[in-house]
């Protein structure tokens, strides 16, 4: 059973993260990395209000639609195209202010404005999925913003991908 999560709505960004960094560990518990994936995916929604957040994972040479928040979204993006795409190739995290400025931006969602996506890694560095989110703000994302987020993924990674054996 999962544990209530709570955000001070008042508290400012850097606290939010640490709120986050704090109930990560107690959250994400499940053996299933798609569980661990939907409350990832609901607590940073709860903890920032973007418009959506939420997974793709690399399945071949195209990444596909994983747990997420927020309105439908693509199913499918291919390699070599789109923000997410970017992330992957370049295994780094991208932050977009613009996203109309974006060469080959796929726009899943007309409300969404500016964008940032992590890669989640195995233990080999290996980029197993992003993580996107998308806000209805321009330019709402920091470098900051994608430092705390990557660390915080990075330090549940394990939790988040599938296991080499398929069991996760």
Same mark, same amino acid.
């Given at each position: 059973?999962?544990? $209530?999560?709570?955000f001070d709505p008042h508290a400012t960004r850097a606290e939010r993260y640490d709120q986050l960094d704090e109930q990560c560990p107690a959250l994400l518990t499940d053996a299933s990395a798609v569980a661990n994936q939907a409350n990832f995916a609901a607590l940073v929604?709860?903890? %920032?209000?973007?418009?959506w957040v939420g997974f793709y994972s690399? @399945?071949?040479? &195209?990444?596909v639609l994983g $747990? %997420?928040?927020? $309105?439908?979204?693509c199913t499918r993006l291919r *390699?070599? *195209?789109?923000?997410?795409?970017?992330?992957?190739? *370049?295994?780094? #995290?991208?932050v977009v202010q613009d996203v109309d400025a974006f060469p080959g931006h796929v726009a899943c969602s007309p409300e969404s404005r500016s &964008?940032?996506?992590l890669p989640v890694r195995d233990e080999e560095g290996n980029v197993w999925a992003v993580f996107d989110i998308d806000? #209805?703000? $321009?330019? @709402?994302?920091?470098d900051e913003d994608a430092r705390r987020l990557q660390c915080i993924i990075d330090g549940v990674a394990g939790r988040l991908i599938q296991s080499k054996q398929g069991n996760g």
């Open positions: 059973m999962a544990s $209530p999560s709570a929604h709860m903890a %920032f209000g973007w418009h690399v @399945d071949g040479d &195209e990444l $747990p %997420f928040q927020g $309105p439908v979204a *390699r070599g *195209r789109g923000v997410c795409a970017a992330a992957w190739e *370049r295994n780094e #995290a991208v &964008e940032m996506v806000s #209805a703000q $321009p330019s @709402d994302f920091t």
